[in-house]
């Protein structure tokens, strides 16, 4: 089993800057990705930024430009900087690890979630 931990969510002005973290841990032979995904009141979960251990990091438009992804691989730690927020970024955010345990088993693995609210 593994879990991933988040931490970092909270409550900032417009223009502001957040910074994301989460780590995975437990039966992890390798991690293939790690990314983010985000959804707000009443609308579907959507992409915000995923890192591939091999492969093109994406984006999701909206965030193009204001939000950065990064991974520590040594930590199994992925980070999400998102800066000039913006009302519309307001949702939970979800940290999403994609993990091939040591009994070969691949399977996809959620955080609990943490809020940020962009909000003056």
């Known amino acids: 089993q593994v879990q991933l931990v988040e931490s970092g969510g909270g409550l900032v002005q417009p223009g502001g800057s957040l910074r994301l973290s989460c780590t995975a841990s437990?039966?992890?032979?390798?991690?293939?990705?790690m990314g983010w995904y985000r959804q707000a009141p009443g609308k579907p979960r959507e992409l915000v930024a995923i890192?591939?251990?091999?492969?093109?990091?994406n984006y999701a438009d909206s965030v193009l430009g204001r939000f950065t992804i990064s991974r520590d691989n040594a930590k199994n730690t992925v980070y999400l900087q998102m800066t000039s927020l913006k009302p519309e970024d307001t949702a939970v955010y979800s940290c999403?690890?994609?993990?091939?345990?040591?009994?070969?088993?691949?399977?996809?693995?959620w955080g609990q979630g943490t809020q940020v609210t962009v909000s003056s």
């Open positions: 999403y690890a994609d993990v091939r345990a040591w009994n070969l088993a691949r399977n996809d693995y």
């Open positions: 890192m591939p251990t091999v492969g093109r990091t």
């Open positions: 437990g039966s992890i032979r390798v991690i293939n990705a």
